[in-house]
């Protein structure tokens, strides 16, 4: 026992968990009282007794785990324990919870993790329809409607297709670049056991007396300046979630930029590599602005600083400008990922070289660019500087070109291809296609100042949101997971039911999200618990394919779980894909690699009789008949 204390483990995690605690609650009250303030704050935005226990109670976790225990001994001076790998892999289920450094383990304790998350938002969402069936007031107050839509929509952001992704990229890039692990293994280790600490605070801010946080994911001063503890939850959760996404993609940044395999220049990555290039350029650009928006909240509400508070000097609009600096780019930290997984999806499954290939990189890129400039496009309506409308409208329109040249090279790597369509990964690409676009449609015409000022907060916003949310995001991630699963189980799916969840899928997010935009239009607000009687139908309809939408991922749930256990086994390339990680066996070894491969072309050469991507191990160039140049012509 007094070993396992000292281990680092669940144990010690407890056990610092409880000894942070009761440090930042002893600090505080300990300072309060040498300072003679009343020992207890208890404002509604106070409580720094427990506030500062949020904070500390997490690292002293960290520390019990053993996320700091090789960098202090450095830090120390004392002899780090030499890397025995016993940190790294997994051979049983218990390691899936242990502070492991191995990219593999941590990309599936990601996409577990998340998926869990998934299943908690998809509840709160269809809790929300349950009311919203009819018209009145039946099954939740309207302030605890405030917290379910909230909580909802932090936890599906923060804690679900943000960090998914983070997973996915995780298992499969280093793999694809040909790199032994990520840069930074244990930072990669510590980016993950942050994200669990992030949906503790969240989830339990339900236990916060006054509620959980009720001002909506985007928390506006001063609304969230005056809320109860609650909000105060969310301020610190988001730290925490953010400095995950940060970590990880310095991490990507590193990894991609100085461990790619021999013989992989730029233009020879598979665009899920590029894709993750961009999103990590912007998680490290526009993540800090929420980090410091929601530091700043905290400090006005728990010491009374005023950065937004009108009547001591503070600007109460500069909360929002600092807000979607980071969550107008913030929305393609949730896209550019999923535009990656189904460039490589549906290259595969079309037999086809992806069309424009270079431009696909350099759009990713310019979206990257862009998305810096577009942000007050959220603030049509909030009273900002009337100069910046007409720029930030030119700008936002802008966009509409990058992410077109994405659509009409997915269309073009169709076209004349050969598509299969057997696999549920396809079959979600395809349908991302189209969801999205009709997202990025009303996205269009939001940017329009006079269309934005009429549908601003109602439901047409909703609309908007889910369809690029669920086509954008949620479809790319279901096809990323039904693609890797084999590699990352070594077992296949069962496609029957993977075609269930999918018609399921696609059918309960129209069903769902199309009606939307027309009560939207009709004026129904967005963010409420009732509505005027007129909506009563149509909200009934939303409720039932919403319902619909929620069962059917059930079924996913199934087929992951019973294929991971019983599946068939999936041998090492079961989609004839070119890319590296199809070249290891499924799951791949521990250490990746025996021998470093390297790479001869491009990623995307199919149709071309013997053109190769990478070559592995013993294999000598000579061996390797010489490409071709892809010339496709479109048969007349
Ligand atoms: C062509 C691309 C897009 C354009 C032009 C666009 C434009 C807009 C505009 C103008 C608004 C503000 C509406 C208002 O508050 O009155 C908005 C809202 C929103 N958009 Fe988009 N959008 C695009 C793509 C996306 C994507 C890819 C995502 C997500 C992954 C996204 C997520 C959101 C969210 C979450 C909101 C709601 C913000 C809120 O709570 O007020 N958008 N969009
Ligand atoms: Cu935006």
């Known amino acids: 026992m007094a070993m396992a204390i000292r281990q680092p483990g669940w144990y010690r995690g407890a056990i610092g968990t409880l000894l942070g605690a009761a440090f930042g609650f002893f600090l505080v009250i300990g300072l309060r009282a040498l300072m003679g303030l009343d020992i207890y704050q208890t404002e509604q935005t106070g409580y720094p007794h427990i506030v500062v226990p949020l904070i500390t109670a997490p690292f002293g976790f960290l520390f019990g785990l053993g996320a700091f225990d090789y960098w202090f001994r450095w830090a120390a001076g004392k002899p780090t324990i030499p890397e ?106 510590l980016s993950f056991w942050l994200l669990p600490i992030a949906g ?100 006005d509400r728990v010491l009374g600083m005023n950065f937004f508070e009108f009547l001591e000097g503070g600007d109460v609009l500069s909360y929002q400008h600092i807000f979607w600096f980071y969550s107008h780019p913030a929305v393609y930290i949730m896209m550019l990922p999923g535009f990656g997984i189904v460039s490589e999806i549906i290259s595969t499954h079309a037999r086809k070289p992806v069309f424009g290939y270079r431009l696909m990189a350099l759009a990713l890129i310019g979206i990257v660019v862009l998305s810096y400039s577009v942000w007050a496009h959220h603030m049509f309506v909030a009273g900002m500087f009337d100069w910046l409308r007409v720029p930030i409208m030119i700008t936002t329109m802008l966009i509409a070109v990058p992410t077109g040249i994405k659509i009409f090279s997915w269309l073009g790597t169709l076209f004349y291809g050969k598509i299969h369509v057997y696999s549920t990964a396809m079959l979600f690409a395809l349908a991302f296609i189209v969801t999205f676009t009709i997202g990025g449609i009303s996205g269009v015409m939001l940017g329009m100042i006079p269309i934005d000022i009429h549908v601003s907060d109602t439901y047409f916003i909703v609309a908007h949101i889910h369809f690029v949310l669920f086509g954008g995001s949620v479809f790319t991630i279901f096809a990323g997971i039904y693609h890797w699963f084999p590699k990352m189980t070594g077992r296949m799916y069962d496609e029957k039911l993977g075609r269930v969840h999918f018609w399921g899928t696609v059918i309960g997010t129209w069903g769902t999200f199309v009606p939307m935009h027309w009560i939207g239009m009709d004026g129904m607000p967005r963010r409420v618990a009732d509505y005027a009687s007129q909506y009563g139908d149509w909200n009934l309809f939303i409720s039932v394919f919403a319902f619909i939408l929620g069962s059917v991922q059930l079924v996913f749930f199934y087929n992951m779980i019973v294929s991971w256990r019983f599946g068939p086994k999936a041998g090492d390339n079961p989609w004839r894909s070119n890319t590296i990680e199809w070249q290891v066996s499924s799951p791949p070894p521990v250490f990746n690699f025996d021998e470093i491969p390297r790479v001869v072309g491009g990623p995307y050469e199919f149709g071309t009789p013997g053109a190769r991507h990478a070559i592995m191990g013993g294999e000598t160039p000579a061996d390797i008949p010489e490409p071709k140049p892809t010339t496709v012509t479109a048969p007349s």
């Open 84 to 189: 025995d790998h016993s940190g790294h892999g997994a051979t049983k289920w218990q390691d899936y919870f242990k502070f492991n450094t191995d990219h593999k383990v941590i990309g599936t304790q990601y996409v577990v993790t998340t998926m869990f998350f998934f299943l908690i938002g998809g509840l709160l969402a269809l809790m929300m329809r349950a009311e919203l069936a009819q018209p009145g007031s039946q099954i939740v107050a309207a302030n605890t409607f405030n917290g379910l839509f909230s909580t909802h929509a932090v936890i599906m952001i923060f804690l679900f297709v943000i960090p998914v992704f983070a997973g996915l990229a995780n298992y499969v890039l280093p793999l694809m670049i040909g790199a032994p692990d990520m840069a930074f293994p244990r930072l990669n280790a």
């Open 200 to 299: 503790v605070i969240f989830i339990s801010s339900f236990l916060a007396p006054g509620g959980a946080f009720d001002a909506g994911w985007t928390g506006y001063a001063p609304l969230s300046t005056g809320a109860p503890l609650g909000q105060s939850f969310f301020n610190i959760g988001v730290q925490f979630a953010g400095a995950s996404s940060i970590a990880t993609a310095l991490n990507f940044l590193v990894t991609i930029i100085t461990m790619r395999a021999p013989g992989m220049n730029l233009w020879r990555m598979p665009l899920l590599v590029w894709a993750n290039m961009s999103t990590s350029l912007l998680v490290v650009g526009a993540t800090p602005f929420i980090a410091g928006a929601q530091f700043m909240v905290l400090l």
